[in-house]
């Protein structure tokens, strides 16, 4: 079986173990192999963000060359509407890639994280390709350590005193592609991430009181008001998607809970437009 695996999404906190395990099966991966940008090039509605664009363009580069594609959960199975759950391709990304590319093969769905829903999911895949209990469980057996929690995202060139902190929706902050120009733009500055682990940051979002539920909205939520705790930090960087209302109101529920200022940016604005925004908080 010849299984597509996706280069977006918050593929570090899933793909070590699935590409392990897959192999000890005896499936054959694939990866894409093209330019990012033409993921970013991909034929998609108006209403779709970029990070949703990306997951499309790979899709469309990989589906022609698999029998299954491999989609991350990055909301660990939790289904709720509220924040940016208004937004389909957060609350559930594989449903929306089967509106969208319903031309696509079949969906294996796997956690981001380690769960015992994860081990679950990982037998059930198991036994449909390679259709043998005992090699299922050798697998498992062989590939068990590497399903770990993942560790903090790391920044390239991250400050470890920043005076700017940087928050986002995880699949978009760790897919520093969609927003290298304004890195660059911005490289004088020193700017920082929340360098604790998801499960940590999503605990820390729960504190906070808003009305988030979805995984990924209090990782951010958390993430933006750990910076803001930091004594170095002077203000909280964000950015948000202006295809769906629901970032907008995740970003009003953090800038009311946190104890410095939050800078919110459409994803995609000019690094000059950001420093100008910056400097004047």
Known sequence: MRIGLLDTWLPRRY???????????????????????????????????????????????????VDRLLIPDAQLGVDSERGAGQCPWVRDLAATLRHLRPSAPPFFVVPTEPTERALAIAAEIGAEVAESPPRVRLALERTRKFLVPPGPFVLPGASREPEIGLAAEPYLLEETRLYQDLLDGLSDLKIGVADRPPAFLR?????????????????????????????????????????????????????????????????GTPASEVRARLLAV
């Open 203 to 267: 605990e820390e979002g729960r504190r906070m009181g808003i009305r988030a539920e979805l995984p990924t909205d209090l990782e951010w939520a958390g993430a933006a008001h750990y910076l803001a705790r930091h004594h170095a930090v002077q203000k909280v960087l964000t950015f948000i998607e202006p295809e769906c209302a629901g970032f907008a109101r995740v970003a009003r529920w953090i800038a009311e809970a946190i104890p410095k200022p939050l800078v919110v940016v459409p994803l």
């Open 15 to 65: 793909l070590g173990f699935w590409r392990a395990y897959l192999k000890e099966l005896g499936a054959e991966l694939v990866e894409p192999e093209r330019p990012f940008a033409d993921a970013l090039a991909a034929e998609v509605p108006d209403w779709a963000s970029l990070p949703l664009r990306a997951v499309l363009g790979r899709v469309d580069e990989l589906k022609g060359r």
